[in-house]
């Protein structure tokens, strides 16, 4: 009866062994799949049905402007539909759309998009300075320290460019950090569920007013979805 339960853990032992392993060399080889902006362009049909059509309004589960995402680090897009697709952001709409891809499919719609109506020689990004409260709150949130200078300037490739983001989505995704056991929505990120948390929703707003109106590189570049 022992040896039974000694190989049986054994067995068990080794199964988790060779699923940390498998994992490990699944996470790796993500990392590691290279993305073709010219194979993205023939992937982004369930994209541009909301990104590619200005000032689009998503309804879930409040009414925003969906992000704009031209111009965006391909390595944040690349994160962002990889925490959809494990269900670390549990918006039902992409984490659908989310799920349906590859990793090969992921790298090249986020090269594809990293370069999708970027100007080469662009006049660089202008911030204007914000009003004593919110610098307070930009300073206790540490922004800058992930999201750079200008907030345009990302200290990590997966960390986003948000200046001149929509402040209507800016503030729904940073009230996603704080939301908790829904099954349907919120952001699961040690870090950003941290630092949200912080802050009134008041707050966040305001932050969020600040940050969507300074002068940024991303875009929402109009698309058909008849091609």
């Known amino acids: 009866m022992f040896d039974c339960a000694r190989k049986m853990n054994a067995l068990l032992s080794s199964l988790i062994a060779l699923t940390v392993t498998s994992a490990t060399v699944f996470s790796a080889h993500a990392q590691d799949v290279q993305g073709n902006a010219k194979s993205g362009e023939a992937k982004i049909a369930m994209c541009i049905g909301c990104h590619g059509i200005k000032g689009y309004q998503a309804s879930f589960p409040e009414v925003y402007r969906v992000p704009m995402i031209s111009g965006q680090g391909a390595k944040y ?3 962002s539909l990889n925490a959809y697709k494990k269900g670390d952001r549990k ?3 992409m984490r659908g759309i989310a799920t349906s ?3 090969q499919d992921i790298a090249d719609i986020s090269a594809y998009y990293a370069q999708h109506g970027v100007v080469e020689g662009a006049a660089p990004v202008v911030a204007k300075a914000p009003d004593a409260k919110v610098a307070e709150l930009l ?3 540490a922004c800058v320290s992930c999201h750079g200078e200008r907030f345009s300037k990302p200290l990590d490739p997966s960390y986003p460019k948000i200046a001149g983001q929509h402040k209507d989505f800016l503030y729904v995704a940073l009230k996603s950090y704080k939301t908790e056991n829904q099954a349907t929505w919120g952001r ?5 569920g941290g630092i949200a948390k912080q802050f009134t929703n ?3 707003k305001a932050m969020s007013a600040y940050i969507g109106s300074l002068d940024g590189e991303l875009k929402t570049v109009p698309q058909s979805k008849f091609r």
């Open 77 to 79: 897009i690349a994160a």
């Open 91 to 93: 918006h039902p709409t």
């Open 101 to 103: 891809l590859t990793d």
């Open 139 to 141: 300073k206790k949130g």
């Open 188 to 192: 699961n990120n040690g870090v950003m």
């Open 202 to 204: 008041n707050e966040l």
